[in-house]
């Protein structure tokens, strides 16, 4: 078992490109969850999904989209980056308890 | 609303003694979950321990314990026999909501960065 995995892992983008962030689960898991995290800070929630075809709007949800076409990922993404987008990415998934997290991906917005 | 707060940013504690972190959260809800997650310095989130609301019980996973104090609304988190590799940024975080109608959302504290000296 993989868990979760992120890709890329890395990225540097220039204000306005657009991007899209993978996230996969191998366990079967109904649930998949993208947080942010900055510096200093805990991480919030940016977009979930309680199912396959299913997204809804986190914390912090303005400037990403999110889709959930298979039940084992979950992609996020970026239409037209901005510096404020600058974090690290992480993805989680559960059942419906506990949230096993994803090594997340860190991003630079020039 | 919901909020889960961590007053300590960083702490030390002596290799082999027991440390404790603190976490208050705030909830209107009778159910929730209460998480503790590690994050070493290479960056990946680890869960420690879970405490739901209902538990009688204190939760305990080997060297950590979940000191859960309901009425304060505090589930602090206890290291016993620290060691070097406990050095690491902890979260504490708090799922409102159990059973099948939860979306299994966290709420995050901003976390508390533990040093273990040798």
């Given amino acids: 078992n ?3 995995t992120q890709t890329p892992k890395f990225r540097v983008l220039k204000t306005g490109q657009s991007m899209t962030l993978l996230c996969a689960q191998d366990m079967n ?26 997204t809804a709007k986190g914390e ?15 992609l ?27 090594p997340g991906t860190r991003l630079t917005v020039l | 609303a919901q909020k889960i707060t961590q007053t300590q940013p960083g702490m030390f504690v002596q290799e082999k003694e027991a440390v404790t972190l603190d976490c208050t959260y705030d909830t209107s809800d009778q159910s929730y979950g209460l998480f503790w997650y ?15 609301s209902y538990d009688e019980q204190n939760a305990t996973e080997g060297r950590y314990s979940l000191n859960f104090q ?10 016993s026999a620290s060691q070097l590799g406990d050095s690491a940024m902890y979260f504490c975080a ?25």
Wanted: charged share 15%.
């Fill in chain 2, 70 to 79: 309901k009425a304060r609304k505090s589930a602090n988190l206890v290291i």
């Fill in chain 1, 60 to 74: 912090v949800p303005d400037g990403y989209n999110v889709s959930r076409l298979k039940k084992q990922n979950f």
């Fill in chain 1, 2 to 4: 993989a868990g979760v």
């Fill in chain 2, 94 to 118: 708090m799922r409102e909501g159990l059973g099948s109608s939860n979306t299994g959302k966290l709420i995050f504290g901003q976390g508390t960065t533990l040093q273990v000296k040798p």
């Fill in chain 2, 38 to 52: 590690k994050q070493p310095s290479s960056g990946e989130m680890i869960f420690l321990i879970y405490q739901g």
């Fill in chain 1, 29 to 54: 898991h109904e649930y998949m969850y993208w947080y942010r995290q900055d510096p200093g800070m805990g991480l919030r929630l940016i977009h979930y999904s309680v199912g396959e075809g299913t």
């Fill in chain 1, 76 to 102: 996020l993404g970026l239409e037209s980056a901005a510096p404020s987008q600058t974090s690290v990415y992480f993805c989680a998934s559960s059942l419906q308890g506990t949230q096993y997290f994803g």
